[in-house]
């Protein structure tokens, strides 16, 4: 089994930056891609950002340019560093494990709340 736990998220104002991080555990070897989606009140969770274990990266156009996505494989750790915040990334945001066999892993998801 693979255990995500997510932490890093707030109440920022617009224009802020907040980074969250996502802590892996368990059979990590079995993980390909990593990846942050997120789900605002009432809409359909989506992906944000992905990054495979080679380090290649793909963004949501609605950040690109704004969000950055990392992980550093020796503390089993995933990153999304978020610059210049809108009010439109308000969401839960949620760290995805995905193994070669597409089966998926999921963390509790934490909150990031963007004021204007």
């Known amino acids: 089994q693979v255990q995500l736990v997510e932490s890093g998220g707030g109440l920022v104002q617009a224009g802020e930056s907040l980074r969250l991080s996502c802590a892996a555990s368990?059979?990590?070897?079995?993980?390909?891609?990593m990846g942050w989606y997120r789900q605002a009140p009432g809409k359909q969770r989506e992906l944000v950002a992905a990054?495979?274990?080679?380090?290649?990266?793909a963004y949501a156009d609605s950040v690109k340019g704004r969000f950055t996505i990392s992980r550093d494989n020796a503390k089993n750790t995933l990153y999304l560093q978020m610059d210049s915040l809108k009010p439109e990334d308000t969401a839960v945001y949620y760290c995805?494990?995905?193994?070669?066999?597409?089966?998926?892993?999921w963390g509790q998801g934490t909150q990031v709340t963007v004021s204007s």
């Open positions: 995805n494990g995905r193994t070669r066999n597409l089966n998926d892993h």
């Open positions: 368990g059979s990590i070897f079995r993980i390909n891609v």
């Open positions: 990054i495979t274990a080679g380090g290649s990266s």
